[in-house]
């Protein structure tokens, strides 16, 4: 494993202050790259068998859509409390934060969430890592501001890159693998420094703990939080073919590689953003029984983009705002989509289901 950091913590130090973080609380961040221990208190998740999951993605543009959205968030939460949220990506538009003390951090995160006061399992995703234009993931390292702002903030879980959260943590009832594909997929490939490498330190040490985690895991549900997904409908595509594409790696090739090799059968769900839309995929034969779920249309929608993939789909809009809620109970899975009015807030219960 890398044993120093660029911050020049050690690893031996960041991870044994960040299970003094985490030893207290029943939602538990297994921290296997560089990590950060938590300066203030984090929310606790409501405790209980039942867990009420909001799924939202793409959202952190600190406008109008993503204030309807965390509107429409805050009505359902009333009514229904939320045990925690997942953030799949595309946290801080368009390029990233400058460091843990950017206030787009408070902008287009903390103000927007106001009474949402749960933890937030967030993803990187290729906005958050830019590095000369908006997206392109050129700038791998600039995540890690992300990682640091996991001290600074009492909703905001992101120990480190990658990751896991057991909820509860005893017996658990959900584990979910929140993982970092952004080295996979960048439009500005890391060329210049190994670390970053298809089959760099990096990602080789993300492989094998996620190899290690799936298979160590006692939940009922396994899910893994991506940014980029595998399927989808939405115009940036499957990887492999991420953009209609033929180059390598920007085409994801090494992205679709990962997800079949270490994913794909293992989990019931892959949770994804990216492509600004809604959507519930079927499982295909290529997802050994594992489901697609798109939920990128917290901040921004496809728009006038039409839909490009084939594949099959329980529901899917490409042009609306909206979250998805998933409740996970022993021996089921349920899904619900709620569609969100840009102008007022309102909210539309459009897809209600089990998907598990």
């Given at each position: 494993?890398?044993e ?29 790259a ?13 405790a209980?068998?039942?867990?009420r ?10 406008t ?5 959205v ?9 009514r ?24 787009q951090?408070?902008t287009?995160?903390e ?15 290729n ?7 908006p ?12 990682v640091?702002?996991?001290?600074k ?9 990658y ?41 080789n ?18 899910i ?5 997904p595998y ?13 209609g594409?033929p ?5 994801g ?11 794909l059968?293992k989990?019931?769900?892959v949770?994804?953003?990216h ?21 990128g ?9 039409p839909?490009?993939?084939?594949h ?20 089921s ?13 309102a909210?539309?219960q ?6 598990g």
């Amino acid at each position: 494993m890398h044993e120093q950091f660029s911050n020049g913590i050690g690893r031996r130090e960041v991870l044994a202050g960040a299970a003094g973080v985490v030893a207290g609380l029943s939602l538990v961040g297994l921290t296997p790259a560089a990590a950060v221990p938590a300066e203030v208190p984090k929310f606790a998740p409501k405790a209980g068998r039942h867990v009420r999951v909001l799924i939202t993605g793409d959202a952190g543009t600190g406008t109008r859509p993503q204030w309807a959205v965390a509107d429409a968030a805050r009505e359902y939460h009333a009514r229904q409390p939320f045990t925690l949220a997942v953030g799949l990506g595309d946290n801080i538009y368009d390029s990233g934060p400058s460091g843990p003390d950017d206030e787009q951090f408070a902008t287009k995160f903390e103000n927007p969430n106001a009474g949402l006061d749960f933890p937030w399992a967030m993803v990187l995703g290729n906005h958050d890592t830019s590095g000369v234009f908006p997206g392109d993931g050129g700038w791998l390292a600039r995540g890690n501001h992300e990682v640091e702002y996991h001290a600074k903030s009492a909703r905001w879980w992101m120990p480190s890159r990658y990751y896991s959260v057991r909820v509860p943590e005893q017996n658990p009832v959900v584990e979910f693998f929140v993982l970092d594909l952004n080295p996979l997929a960048a439009y500005i490939p890391p060329l210049l420094d190994p670390y970053w490498a298809v089959d760099g330190p990096y990602m080789n040490e993300q492989r094998a703990w996620l190899d290690r985690a799936l298979a160590e895991s006692t939940a009922q549900w396994k899910i893994a939080c991506t940014h980029h997904p595998y399927l989808s409908n939405g115009p940036h595509g499957d990887a492999g073919n991420y953009e209609g594409l033929p180059i390598e790696p920007i085409n994801g090739v090494h992205a679709k590689r990962f997800f079949e090799d270490h994913v794909l059968g293992k989990v019931s769900f892959v949770l994804s953003g990216h492509d600004h839309t809604l959507q519930v995929l079927e499982p295909t034969p290529a997802t050994l029984g594992t489901r697609q779920i798109v939920s990128g249309a917290a901040g921004k929608t496809a728009g006038g983009h039409p839909r490009t993939g084939p594949h099959q789909a329980l529901f899917e809009t490409q042009h609306e705002l909206g979250f998805m809620v998933m409740d996970l109970a022993a021996n089921s899975a349920n899904l619900r989509i709620l569609t969100v009015d840009p102008a007022s807030g309102a909210s539309t219960q459009v897809f209600d289901r089990r998907i598990g």
